[in-house]
């Protein structure tokens, strides 16, 4: 969950990892510890829900002055189905913008001050990234040859590395919700993929292939900074 002043990443030491589960739900929480004589730790919490809904929560104590360039949660939203996409953009002040998603590299912040995102990820069905806790913003990865959009916590804009001080909690969540239905699958088409033809006679050959959709997956996925 954490960065040190070097954008290096903290092996976080997990403890009291708990697993439940249940017919219509599950529920993961553990207590993780950062740094040495610089220290940090949090209790994660994830639940999933049979609404298709999924909560990565973190409440974070520095137990001494903690320097970081970034602390706190990172979503990976990917390229397939995502580029060139109607979003719509909750920021932190409330307002709601309708934009979409880069299609040619943005080498700045395509948003800022973000709140929730929502786009499409099938016919019908879409899926609200909502990120509590502080402002997230979010980088086009292709920059550095990832294939993602990346969302994170804390604008670049504001100094880094600073200091989470001493006895000073925090809290953020990631929660993905699923909304809409999906559309009835169209019956698969056989696909002709190659026809030799005689002047005077029916085809020689017919090589008649059946074709299925690949299932790509468009929806964000959550994960610690890198």
């Not at 092996?11 to 993961?28: K, M, P, Q, W």
């Not at 939203?77 to 998603?101: K, M, N, Q, W, Y």
């Not at 929730?116 to 979010?138: K, N, Q, Y």
């Given at each position: 969950?954490?960065?040190?002043?070097?954008?290096?990443?903290?092996?976080?030491?997990?403890?009291?990892?708990?697993?439940?589960?249940?017919?219509?739900?599950?529920?993961?929480?553990?207590?993780?510890?950062?740094?040495?004589?610089?220290?940090?730790?949090?209790?994660?919490?994830?639940?999933?829900?049979?609404?298709?809904?999924?909560?990565?929560?973190?409440?974070?104590?520095?137990?001494?002055?903690?320097?970081?360039?970034?602390?706190?949660?990172?979503?990976?939203?990917?390229?397939?189905?995502?580029?060139?996409?109607?979003?719509?953009?909750?920021?932190?002040?409330?307002?709601?913008?309708?934009?979409?998603?880069?299609?040619?590299?943005?080498?700045?912040?395509?948003?800022?001050?973000?709140?929730?995102?929502?786009?499409?990820?099938?016919?019908?069905?879409s899926v609200t990234c909502r990120m509590e806790g502080d402002a997230f913003e979010m980088e086009d990865h292709?920059?550095?040859?990832?294939?993602?959009?990346?969302?994170?916590?804390?604008?670049?804009?504001?100094?880094?590395?600073?200091?989470?001080?001493?006895?000073?909690?925090?809290?953020?969540?990631?929660?993905?919700?699923?909304?809409?239905?999906?559309?009835?699958?169209?019956?698969?088409?056989?696909?002709?993929?190659?026809?030799?033809?005689?002047?005077?006679?029916?085809?020689?050959?017919?090589?008649?292939?059946?074709?299925?959709?690949?299932?790509?997956?468009?929806?964000?996925?959550?994960?610690?900074?890198?």
């Amino acid at each position: 969950l954490a960065r040190d002043r070097n954008w290096g990443t903290y092996g976080a030491t997990i403890e009291n990892l708990e697993v439940e589960e249940s017919e219509d739900a599950f529920r993961v929480s553990y207590r993780a510890r950062c740094g040495d004589s610089e220290r940090l730790v949090y209790d994660a919490l994830i639940e999933g829900r049979a609404d298709g809904s999924l909560t990565f929560s973190a409440d974070g104590m520095p137990e001494t002055d903690f320097v970081t360039n970034r602390t706190g949660f990172t979503v990976l939203h990917p390229l397939a189905g995502v580029v060139d996409a109607p979003v719509t953009v909750e920021h932190t002040d409330g307002r709601i913008v309708e934009s979409r998603f880069p299609v040619e590299i943005n080498p700045a912040c395509p948003f800022h001050d973000i709140r929730a995102l929502t786009h499409e990820i099938m016919p019908g069905v879409s899926v609200t990234c909502r990120m509590e806790g502080d402002a997230f913003e979010m980088e086009d990865h292709r920059n550095w040859l990832d294939a993602s959009f990346k969302t994170y916590v804390r604008p670049l804009a504001l100094p880094w590395p600073y200091t989470l001080k001493k006895g000073e909690g925090f809290t953020q969540s990631v929660t993905l919700s699923v909304s809409g239905e999906v559309a009835p699958a169209a019956p698969e088409r056989a696909k002709v993929e190659k026809m030799v033809m005689s002047p005077s006679r029916s085809p020689k050959a017919c090589e008649v292939n059946w074709q299925a959709p690949k299932p790509v997956s468009q929806s964000p996925m959550i994960r610690m900074p890198r």
